[in-house]
């Protein structure tokens, strides 16, 4: 496997922040999250989406990809690049074309904290390159405008409920899906709150009901180490 030969090189840089660690912070964060793979990586793929993040975990096979994500930029996305992203194909060997050799170039960069993160950027084109190290991305990409599948927060203290993981899905009609997982071992009430929707009607499909509203929300109880499959629409279901 060419994960297996890569490992064994002695160019080989362990990644600092895996893809899989990458993934659940975002999934924790209840942001929509999409893999875009590079062999998918086509300006029309890539402008389906206001920001892209490219971690360490990210090795380049083709030389074509710099190129692709310079454009991505320059027609107005967010590129979140990590220190060492695409700069080895799957072999090991150093890339000759990467992403740096023309982020890099720009003598705009500026040093900044958006909350406890370290950052730098520049604008590039219309849009904007992010260089970053911490896997914690929830207040970057606050800050840079991204909205929240929901929001889940305790009722009694309006505070983020940190341990509840979130898949998301939209129909034609408006009607949006979640499974909310608790990766708790004790029970968690909830309030959701679904941005753009003040009085969400909420069903419970695992148990046939609806779920009571109130404060811009629906309730909802969650079981140790469990999850509910939920739809929710602007009209009642």
């Given at each position: 496997r060419p994960s297996d030969r890569l490992a064994k090189t002695s160019a080989f840089r362990p990644s600092s922040v895996t893809l899989s660690a990458l993934v659940d912070a975002l999934t924790f964060s209840h942001y929509k999250t999409a893999f875009?793979?590079?062999?998918?990586?086509?300006?029309?793929?890539?402008?389906?989406?206001?920001?892209?993040?490219?971690?360490?975990?990210?090795?380049?096979?083709?030389?074509?990809?710099?190129?692709?994500?310079?454009?991505?930029?320059?027609?107005?996305g967010t590129l979140i690049l990590y220190p060492h992203a695409l700069t080895q194909n799957e072999y090991g060997a150093s890339t000759t074309n990467t992403l740096f050799s023309w982020s890099s170039a720009s003598t705009n960069w500026t040093s900044a904290k958006i909350g406890k993160i370290d950052v730098k950027s520049t604008p590039i084109g219309h849009g904007k390159v992010f260089r970053v190290e911490s896997p914690d991305l929830d207040?970057?990409?606050?800050?840079?405008?991204?909205?929240?599948?929901?929001?889940?927060?305790?009722?009694?203290?309006?505070?983020?409920?940190p341990n509840l993981e979130v898949s998301h899905a939209q129909t034609a009609d408006g009607t949006q899906g979640f499974i909310i997982f608790n990766r708790t071992d004790r029970k968690v009430t909830a309030l959701i709150k679904i941005p753009g929707l003040d009085q969400p009607h909420a069903r419970d499909r695992c148990h046939d009901k609806t779920l009571p509203t109130h404060d811009g929300g629906f309730t909802l109880e969650l079981a140790p180490d469990n999850g509910e499959i939920i739809t929710v629409s602007p009209a009642p279901q």
């Open positions: 875009l793979l590079e062999e998918q990586l086509t300006p029309e793929n890539a402008n389906r989406y206001r920001t892209l993040i490219v971690p360490d975990a990210a090795f380049a096979s083709y030389e074509t990809t710099p190129a692709l994500l310079k454009r991505y930029v320059e027609a107005g207040a970057l990409l606050h800050s840079l405008g991204l909205t929240k599948t929901c929001q889940c927060l305790d009722p009694a203290t309006g505070g983020e409920l």
